[in-house]
T-cell receptor, first 119, second 112 residues
Framework: DVKVTQSSRYLVKRTGEKVFLECVQD?????MFWYRQDPGLGLRLIYF???????EKGDIPEGYSVSREKKERFSLILESASTNQTSMYLC??????????????????FGPGTRLTVL | KNQVEQSPQSLIILEGKNCTLQ??????????LRWYKQDTGRGPVSLTI?????NTKSNGRYTATLDADTKQSSLHITASQLSDSASYIC???????????FGAGTTVTVRA
């Protein structure tokens, strides 16, 4: 079974704080993703990575950065948290063979999510 | 504008009853369509996947249908159980687009 874990289930931070969200997968997947999920909007892609030290912007990268120093770990960083970043954050991974030109097209395996509240 | 629209936004059904969820999409050219189930406090889990040439796929009491001509899909839940209470998300892949397009989801509540 694929296992994707996220460092925290619930997190409360203050405006302006630097926030780190960690994601680890144990299936040697090449691709990893960060999404945020808001009511009525569905999942929106923030960043993804198709290899170690590689990263690509998704639909809503503003205010976020990512780091992938090891294959199994993909970190999402909020440099200066703001209240509009209060959301559910979901990490996902997928194997390389499910991609087209290195980009995801198929099944992604999701972590349990981190509910972040910025006060 | 979201390329995947789901309806209804939420519904409540009695245990043992059937229900049908709808998904309309505009993603083109189309590659495949998935239905995910997301339990409260958990990440989404894939239920079914259908490609352009498939028009129905079952997974236990879940049956998904696809009409690629009208760009519509439905997810039918038969003989609902309390454990079916969840959000159901329709996800569409384009052929040449890296982005997965997610619907906002339908929240299903099954009551005893």
């Amino acid at each position: 079974d694929v296992k994707v874990t996220q460092s925290s289930r619930y997190l409360v931070k203050r405006t302006g704080e630097k926030v780190f969200l960690e994601c680890v997968q144990d299936m040697d997947h090449e691709n990893m993703f960060w999404y945020r999920q808001d009511p009525g909007l569905g999942l929106r892609l923030i960043y993804f990575s198709y290899d170690v030290k590689m990263k690509e912007k998704g639909d809503i990268p503003e205010g976020y950065s990512v780091s992938r120093e090891k294959k199994e770990r993909f970190s999402l960083i909020l440099e200066s948290a703001s209240t509009n970043q209060t959301s559910m954050y979901l990490c996902a991974s997928s194997p390389e063979e499910s991609t087209y030109r290195g980009l995801p097209t198929d099944t992604q395996y999701f972590g349990p999510g981190t509910r972040l509240t910025v006060l | 504008k979201n390329q995947v629209e789901q309806s209804p936004q939420s519904l409540i059904i009695l245990e043992g009853k059937n229900c049908t969820l709808q998904c309309n999409y505009t993603v083109s050219p189309f590659s495949n369509l998935r239905w995910y189930k997301q339990d409260t406090g958990r990440g989404p889990v894939s239920l079914t996947i259908m490609t352009f040439s498939e028009n129905t796929k079952s997974n236990g009491r879940y049956t998904a249908t696809l009409d690629a001509d009208t760009k519509q899909s439905s997810l039918h839940i038969t003989a609902s159980q309390l454990s079916d209470s969840a959000s159901y998300i329709c996800v569409v892949s384009g052929v040449y687009d890296y982005k997965l397009s997610f619907g906002a989801g339908t929240t299903v509540t099954v009551r005893a």
